[in-house]
Structures are given as structure tokens and as C-alpha cells.
């Protein structure tokens, strides 16, 4: 039975979300929340995970090419802990190196231009976290 999860990708501006499908077949990009510290972020993590009803939250850790973990790491593991707080809703994260490179090239390669990308950047993050991971468990458990 597919899990409905809610995919995170931080940013310190704004972080982009993503929900799976019912099936937990396809990651949706849902938009950004502002949030300049994290406190407010893991507030709009948790309304948003519940709105749809989120039974895992999936974190996209920002790791550096070489595999090393450093600032912006902490701040999520960080942000992981304080949604811990707010809810009961389990936390899993993924490997997210890349994921922000690729989205500009979709909407590059979409026609979209750099200009218009600021809105839908974190938010089609997002989904190529969340879509990865669940690609990821799908190979898994086949």
C-alpha cells in the first residue's frame, strides 16, 4: 500500500514542496513557503504535510559532491528535529545533491525563462527529491 508523502527541498528563502500521488507513483510540486528562519519553515512543513495528508515527510539533504556534510546539512537535520517537535508524522531524507542543477535545466530546456524560474525552482526541487526517493524505494522492495 503506497504511502501519501510530502517532499521538502529547504532553502533559507523559500522551500519548495512536492506531495506524491495516492498511488505513490508520481511526486506534484505544490509550491514554496517563505520562511526565513526555520522555525516558521517546519510550521508551514506540518501544515502543509497534514493538508495532504502526509504520511512520511522526505527531506532532500544538501551533501557536497565529495559526500560531505557542512552547513547547510546541519540546518536541515536541524529543521528535521523541530518538525519532529510539531508532529508525529516520520521523517526520511534523500541524497539531493544535483536536484536544484537539474530542475534549471528542465525549465531551461522547457523554454522558461531565468527570470520566471525563481517561483517554480524550490518547488520542482522538490519534486525530483521526492520522485527520486520514491523511485528509489520502488527498486527496493521489487
Known sequence: MAKKMLGVDYGEARTGLAYSD??????????????YNL?????????????????LIV???????NGSAGEK????EALAAIISSLCDIPIDFYDERLTTV?????????GV???NRKGII??????????????KQKNIHI
Do not use: C, T, W
Not at 527531506?59 to 559532491?65: A, E, L, V, Y
Not at 537539474?102 to 522547457?110: F, G
Open 122 to 135: 524550490d518547488s520542482l526541487a522538490a519534486e525530483l527529491i521526492l520522485q527520486g526517493y520514491m523511485d
Open 102 to 110: 537539474s530542475a534549471h535545466r528542465i525549465l531551461q530546456d522547457s
Open 59 to 65: 527531506i532532500g539533504k544538501p551533501f557536497h559532491m
Open 73 to 76: 546539512v546541519e540546518k536541515v
Open 22 to 35: 495516492a498511488l505513490g507513483l508520481y511526486a506534484v510540486g505544490m509550491g514554496n513557503v517563505k520562511g
Open 39 to 55: 522555525e516558521k519553515a517546519a510550521e508551514a512543513i506540518v501544515a502543509a504535510a497534514r493538508k495532504v495528508g502526509a504520511e
Open 113 to 115: 525563462r531565468a527570470k
